[in-house]
């Protein structure tokens, strides 16, 4: 999609490096929040969308057991690649090319679907959430953790990032960052029944929101 090629272009060149630039900290964090969140004993066909450089399949895949499967899906070539060289045991892993407004799966595939850290960058959000819940099946459920707007962090950040696009000195395709209240309306409106929202607040004013919702 034309909208996301600013993102492409600079994840295509960070792959290789991004893990150490940018998630050593509160990538790591986030991550072990969405972890905790997954209905692990209700989840056999796990969906992991924005999966990015496989850091929460590199981190689960030991979990992983019998029939389980979890599938990344990423927009970018190279973080796939980079994903491949992360994950040790793909046995019970796949990885997939493809965007989030236009997951290549049946409907009513997976069991839980989990956006980590990616949600802020979909252009067209409520196409994505038709898709999360397209994909899921009946009472599936879906576990969202993104930067969230309720913490000073992730507001000042974002209006940065806006006013260094508009002034033309960034092309960096963020959407939007979403308080706990705009997710659980957005949700909601996409027939999503939310089953929790917390939020999680980290070191230097940054902090995350991390919503379960049932299909």
Known sequence: MKAYQP???????QASTYDRRWNLRWGHATMRETISAIPWADADRLLDVGCGTGLLEAAVSSRLRGSTVLVGVDICAPMLQQARRNIPDQTHVALTNAPAEQLPFADQTFNVVICNNSFHYYQHPEMVLAEFRRVLCPSGRLILTDWSSDFPGPRIIYWVLRLAAHAGFSRYSLKHCYTARELDAMLVAAG????????????????????????
């Open 192 to 215: 999503f029944h939310v089953a929790t929202a917390r939020k999680v607040a980290m070191d230097l004013g940054w902090g995350i929101t991390v919503v379960q919702a049932r299909a």
């Open 7 to 13: 993102l492409l272009e600079k994840y295509g060149r």
